[in-house]
Nanobody
Framework: VQLVESGGGLVQPGGSVRLSCTGSGFSVDDYAIGWFRQAPGKEREWTACISTRSGPTYYSDSVKGRFTASRDSAKNTVYLQMTTLKAEDTAVYYC????????????????????????WGQGTRVTVSS
């Protein structure tokens, strides 16, 4: 199982960017995918979780209404569309998978904890600055 993120870069405040998370060794259609981010000097924080096709998608309060997760089955890729970007969105963004997680709706919201995800990409950096 491998995950590769791409799409980061320098973006102006108020701008948009789309991150990609391409899986190999498994189908992103069959498992939930999590997005996390780590800002400079801060701990990694959960950002979004997209379930398999029939399940819910959740977002952290800090990105709700601005970020949208989606998947492209043909490309075995999950996207994170980020809009109305703010300086505080500057971070390295990671996607994660766990082959025992299909839905993002476990009791205790375990999917928000990075320790409950087994596979991680290398991360892609997003810098929001003018």
């Amino acid at each position: 199982v491998q995950l590769v993120e791409s799409g980061g870069g320098l973006v102006q405040p108020g701008g948009s960017v789309r991150l990609s998370c391409t899986g190999s060794g498994f189908s992103v259609d069959d498992y939930a995918i999590g997005w996390f981010r780590q800002a400079p000097g801060k701990e990694r924080e959960w950002t979004a979780c997209i379930s398999t096709r029939s399940g819910p998608t959740y977002y952290s309060d800090s990105v709700k209404g601005r970020f949208t997760a989606s998947r492209d089955s043909a490309k075995n890729t999950v996207y994170l569309q980020m809009t109305t970007l703010k300086a505080e969105d500057t971070a390295v963004y990671y996607c994660a998978a766990d082959l025992e997680r299909v839905y993002c709706s476990e009791s205790g919201l375990k999917f928000r904890r990075g320790s409950t995800w087994s596979y991680w990409g290398q991360g892609t950096r997003v810098t929001v600055s003018s």
